[in-house]
């Protein structure tokens, strides 16, 4: 059984900083990428950022220079260093990895969600 837990959402106000957090718990022999995604009322989820086994890292143009990925590959843990936010941040932010592989099964799965705010 895979889970994965978002943490570190909040009400921030423009220009402000939030670090979230994901942690995959589950019997995992290796995850290939971790990303987070991000939904608005109204919009389609997009991509913000993924990260991948090798550390290789791609952002949506809208972040790129304000947030930043990481990963912890030994814990299977994700984070999202988010600066310098802006009010059309505001999303539900989804953490999801891919191929995660357990037993011979490859899978991919998304955390429950964790909301962020920027409003003054």
């Known amino acids: 059984q895979v889970q994965l837990v978002e943490s570190g959402g909040g009400l921030v106000q423009p220009g402000g900083s939030l670090r979230l957090s994901c942690a995959v718990s589950?019997?995992?022999?290796?995850?290939?990428?971790m990303g987070w995604y991000r939904q608005a009322p109204g919009k389609e989820r997009e991509l913000v950022a993924v990260?991948?086994?090798?550390?290789?890292?791609d952002y949506a143009d809208s972040v790129k220079g304000r947030f930043t990925i990481s990963r912890d590959n030994t814990k299977y843990t994700v984070f999202l260093q988010m600066n310098s936010l802006k009010v059309e941040d505001t999303a539900l932010y989804y953490c999801?990895?891919?191929?995660?592989?357990?037993?011979?099964?490859?899978?991919?799965?998304w955390g429950q969600g964790t909301q962020v705010t920027v409003s003054s």
């Open positions: 999801k990895a891919d191929g995660i592989r357990l037993n011979k099964i490859v899978i991919s799965s």
């Open positions: 589950g019997v995992i022999f290796s995850i290939d990428a």
């Open positions: 990260i991948t086994s090798g550390d290789t890292t």
